[in-house]
């Protein structure tokens, strides 16, 4: 740009920064409050706020209820020591609504002057796919139900959270897999972690020990508190199968009597 004049080099690169899809201020630290002197056209469309509210004023107006400290506190370290910056933080534009920000502060010194230069994308979308990814890594996690055997014909598994039609069904194939391929003549289900609505899981156990009696192996259920015990009990008819124990220790020692 060396032979354009100074004023159409600026208005070139304005003209870029307000093309960008980043959001770009720059900050005047030995100002009061170190406020914001300039602010690209991206900045204020993604905020709602317009140049004139903005202007004059610290960074610190897009933070609200749910912006992380430690965040904050980062950024603060950051423009205290005077190093480049980068921290993902929930911001609020003008109407409340919150996005991601991902937010990256840098120290430049013009004409022994020093400004903060900031660059904010909006990473919304993006978070909002990890998370969904993570939840349903969470849901396949728990799908897998891990069977663990303790002693050479003695299996357990250990179920956590809820149980759906879906995960029970997974159960059932695993188990029976297991216990066949293992030669398991005890199977332990520990409900330890496991909760449930309304209906209890009573008639699926049912439908497993009867699945594995077939098989020739037996079923007991691990975990059960006195509380849990009154819930299942309730739905139990008199000749249900189904052995109960407070703890795996409880059964095991029934099963090596
Ligand atoms: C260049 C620059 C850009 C900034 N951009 C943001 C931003 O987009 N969102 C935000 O929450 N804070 C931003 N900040 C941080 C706040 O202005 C402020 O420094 C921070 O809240 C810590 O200071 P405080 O404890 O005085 O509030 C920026 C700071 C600077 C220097």
């Given at each position: 740009m060396e032979k354009m004049e100074v004023g159409t080099q600026i208005q070139l690169l304005e003209a870029m920064l307000d093309g960008s899809k980043v959001g770009t201020i720059v900050t005047d630290p030995a100002k009061e409050d170190n406020p914001i002197i300039y602010a690209n056209h991206t900045f204020t469309e993604m905020t709602g706020y317009a140049k004139e509210e903005l202007l004059?004023?610290?960074?610190?107006?897009?933070?609200?209820?749910?912006?992380a400290p430690d965040a904050i506190d980062q950024i603060r370290q950051g423009i205290k020591n005077q190093e480049k910056t980068t921290v993902i933080l929930r911001n609020y534009r003008k109407d409340g609504t919150p996005f991601w920000n991902r937010l990256a502060i840098a120290p430049v010194t013009v004409e022994e002057k020093l400004y903060f230069i900031g660059t904010q994308t909006d990473i919304t979308v993006e978070k909002m796919q990890q998370e969904a990814l993570s939840e349903n890594e969470s849901e396949i996690e728990k799908l897998m139900l891990p069977i663990l055997s303790i002693q050479p014909n003695v299996a357990t598994v250990a179920l956590v959270g809820t149980m759906s039609l879906q995960r029970f069904e997974a159960l059932k194939v695993k188990l029976c897999e297991y216990v066949s391929e293992h030669r398991i003549e005890h199977a332990l289900l520990d409900i330890t972690g496991l909760t449930w609505n309304e209906e209890s899981p009573l008639h699926w156990f049912t439908q497993i020990c009867e699945a594995l009696r077939i098989m020739g192996s037996h079923l007991y259920i691990t975990g059960v508190t006195p509380q849990a015990a009154t819930e299942l009990v309730r739905d139990l008819?008199?000749?249900?199968m189904l052995k109960t124990y407070s703890s795996i220790e409880k059964a095991l020692a029934d099963i090596n009597e």
């Open positions: 004059g004023q610290n960074c610190r107006f897009l933070q609200g209820p749910k912006t008819d008199r000749d249900n």
